[in-house]
Structure formats: C-alpha cells, structure tokens
C-alpha cells in the first residue's frame, strides 16, 4: 500500500522542510509548494490524502484557496496553519470547509495527532457514507455516497464539516449531544475549539435546511443540555 501524499503548503521554506521531515517520519509522502496558485495546481490536478495549509501565502492566502477548492466541489482534508489566534479566523476557516485549525507555534506530536485524527474521520466518514447511501428527511434528500444535499429539489451546498456533522446528526437521532460531545465526535479529539464553533455550524444548517431557520424542527436546541436532530 503506497504511503498517504501529504501536500504542505508553506512559504517558509524551513518550516516546510520540518514539516517534511517528520510527516516522512510517520510514513507519510509529502510534497512542498511555497505559493497559493502552485498549491491550486496541485489540489485540483491530483487531490492529496491531505493538505496541511498555511494562511499567509503569496500571491493567494490560505483562506481564498480554500474557498476555490470548496467551490470546486473538492473535498480533500485541509488542516489550515497560522499564526493568528483569534476565533474569527478559526471560525472563517472552519466555515469555508477547514477539517482542523493549529495555531503556530504548535508541537509537531500534536500536529501529526491531529493529521492522523482527520485523515481516519475523512476514510470514516467516506465507509459509512458507502453503507448508508440515501437518507430523508423533510423536503431534505442527502445522498451519503455522492454527498449531495437537495432541499425541496434544489442542490445545497455543504462545507466538509457540514456534512460530517450533518451525518452525526442522521445517524444518531432524537440523542441528546452536549457541545463538547460534538466537537470530540465531528471535530476529533485533538480539536481544541470552542462551543461556540458548535454554534455557529448549526446556525449554518439550519439556514440552508429548515424550512424556517428561526424556528427548527429538526435541529433542536434542548436548553441546558445541547442538540438533538428530529428527523
């Protein structure tokens, strides 16, 4: 079985290059592009395993490639890479279809943790989706091969992280999940984001499938408790 490719997408050529180094290490194959449109030309051409994706980039930032990626309907795993701390970025990039954030500096143990924990999501998520095929409900059609999503006929696009959490969701109805339950479930155990990230995706989901956004019948706020999807 050939090693998984591993795009790094870093203009600091010595960050790149240890970034290289210890993903080999881990039995990974990595390749290294320094600028925004090289990495275009890679993900679209031959889509990686995963793409561990800095934010500050020449020519194109780290958040408008994966915004065109998304577009493009590709779903390749994007781990994004920055120096910015603040909850906004995490949120805008989590929201253009992010797998996971990491704050530089950050320990290379808990980076390959967090590579390893989204690659095994993406391969986990695409054996159940095979299983399941089709679910209904509402005006709501979700194909979990294809991952198409049509609202009253109409195609909805979803981030990557919508659609897990949305799978979660139909797989596990009229259960009760906390905020932490959910980011450990969607997100992986490595993710140390806030509830609020919870929040925010469900807002999401409810303003591309409920009928009235304001008033949810599928997705549930229980008070005091967290979610519960009614199909």
Same mark, same amino acid.
Do not use: D, I, N
């Given at each position: 079985m050939s090693s998984p490719r591993i795009l790094i997408v870093e203009d600091d050529e010595a960050i790149a290059a240890g970034l290289a180094l210890n993903l080999r290490l881990e039995g990974y194959d990595p390749k290294v592009v320094h600028d925004g449109q090289s990495a275009m030309d890679e993900i679209l051409s031959a889509p990686p395993a995963l793409v561990l994706l800095d934010i500050n980039l020449p020519h194109k930032d780290g958040l408008a490639i994966l915004r %065109?990626? $998304?577009e493009q309907g590709n779903l390749t795993p994007v781990v994004v890479l920055s120096a910015r701390e603040g909850e906004y970025d995490?949120?805008?990039?989590?929201r253009l279809g992010a797998d996971d954030y990491v704050t530089k500096p950050f320990a290379?143990? %808990?980076?390959?943790?967090?590579v390893a924990a989204v690659?095994? $999501?993406f391969r986990?998520?695409?054996a159940v989706g095979a299983a399941q095929r089709v679910s209904r409900f509402s005006d709501v059609h979700v194909n979990l091969d294809t991952r198409e999503v049509l609202r009253a006929d109409?195609?909805?696009k979803l981030t990557h992280l919508e659609f897990e959490l949305l799978r979660f969701f139909l797989d596990n109805p009229?259960?009760?999940y906390e905020r932490q339950a959910l980011l450990r %479930?969607?997100?992986g155990v490595t993710h140390n984001g806030s509830p609020r990230t919870v929040d925010n995706f469900l807002a999401q989901l409810r303003g591309k499938l409920e009928r009235d956004p304001e008033s949810p019948q599928h997705f549930i706020t229980v008070r005091g408790a967290g979610y519960r999807f009614d199909p």
């Open positions: %065109e990626v $998304r995490k949120v805008a990039a989590l290379l143990a %808990e980076l390959m943790a967090r690659l095994r $999501r986990t998520a695409s109409q195609q909805v009229g259960r009760v %479930e969607v997100w």
